[in-house]
Every structure is written in C-alpha cells, then in structure tokens.
C-alpha cells in the first residue's frame, strides 16, 4: 500500500498542476511523456495487484480488505500530491514553512486531546518524554524539511523524492528479520522509481519548452 499512496504522487502532480490555477506552468503531454506514465500507471497497476493477490508483505488478506487498502492508498496518495501543491503556492506567496508548520498539527492536537487525557495516566514522565522526543525526531523534523523541500523545489520534484521511500522501505525490511518482507514489493518499488524519475525529467522538460516558448 505505501508504494501506491508514494507513488501515485508525481503522476497526480502532472495533472494537478494543470487544473490548480498559478500552481505551475501549463505543458500539455506529449506522446513520450504520455508512454512513460502509461508505463508509471502500470507499475502502479502491478503494485495494486501485489497487494490484492497477498503477495506483499501484509500476506493473504480478504479481497474487500485488500480493495478497500488500494482504494484508500491512492486516494491518500492524490491528496498528499493536492496538499504539496497548495503549500508550494502559499510558498509562493509568502508563507514560509515555519509558518506553515505552525498550524500543521493544530487539527491532530484537537482531535487527539481527548485520548491524550485516557492516556496520560498509563504513562509514565520517562516514557512520556521518549514519546514526545521521537515524535518531534520522526515527524515534527520530516514534515519541516519536507515544507523546506516544497520551498526550493517544484511539487513533482518533491513528490518523486517522496516516491523513493517504499523502495527503501523494502530494502529495509529485508534487512530487518522481524518484519515481513515481499520480493515482488521490492520489485515493483524499483520498477516504479525508475519510471517515476523518468517521468519527472520528462514533466519538467515539457514545463521548461512551455516557459521559453
């Protein structure tokens, strides 16, 4: 599921950036370009149907589950592809990403109050404050360099540095012999980075003819 929500980042973005107004300059896709997602969207058809015939590292899962999985991973995908998009365009107009980080979490923070109060008594001050330390070392930290990232590159380049995760991510699990791991995961994650980074310097070729045009 993480190499369909990563991945159906930069193909997202080859569109969104057409149909959000100011996101980035208008290039219509050319037949090369048009083969390479035709080729990115099939790597993301092989991942989808890794996951739905238990090959992945999940294992065997219900169909409707494993549907439900897929359908979930891609649309959380497009919207992450949305999200970096508009921060790219508040970027552009002024907003820095210490700004944009400050009212990232306020949602999260709200919503996950009422759990925090149930919790807070099972947790004990040392255990509360390594929570607190990984928190901010493994999200806080991430998500404002990934704001940094959307300031000094385009969305697409940001999306596809996003897509390398899940082939890393399944290097890792090999590595790691508590977890789970799936040859044909791995394969498909290497696929799709290959045709992902192919496909950004198509885009971004496309985007440069467009601007000295």
């Not at 997202?12 to 050319?30: F, K, Y």
């Not at 999306?159 to 790691?176: E, K, M, T, W």
């Not at 977890?179 to 310097?201: D, K, N, Q, R, T």
């Amino acid at each position: 599921m993480q190499i369909l929500f990563a991945g159906v980042g930069p193909m997202s973005v080859a569109w969104i950036d057409r149909l959000i107004p100011g996101a980035g300059a208008a290039a219509s896709l050319g037949r090369v370009e048009r083969s390479i997602q035709l080729g990115v969207l099939a790597a993301l058809g092989l991942a989808a149907a890794v996951a739905l015939g238990g090959l992945s590292g999940f294992g065997p899962q219900p169909l409707a589950t494993a549907g439900l999985g897929v359908a979930l991973a891609i649309v959380a995908g497009v919207a992450i592809s949305v999200n970096t998009t508009l921060c790219r365009r508040l970027n552009d107009v002024g907003v820095d990403p210490a700004a944009r980080m400050s009212l990232r979490f306020v949602g999260p923070v709200v919503v996950a109050a009422p759990l925090a109060r149930e919790l807070s008594a099972l947790l004990i001050p040392g255990t509360l404050a390594v929570v607190v330390g990984a928190s901010l070392f493994l999200i806080v930290l991430p998500n404002y360099v990934n704001q940094l990232g959307i300031a000094l590159a385009s969305p697409l380049t940001v999306r596809v540095v996003l897509a390398a995760g899940p082939a890393l991510s399944c290097v890792l699990q090999f590595a790691d012999g508590r977890l789970s791991s799936s040859p044909y995961s791995l394969g498909v994650a290497m696929l799709y980075g290959v045709l992902a980074i192919w496909a950004a310097i198509a885009r971004r070729r496309a985007i440069s003819r467009a601007v000295c045009a």
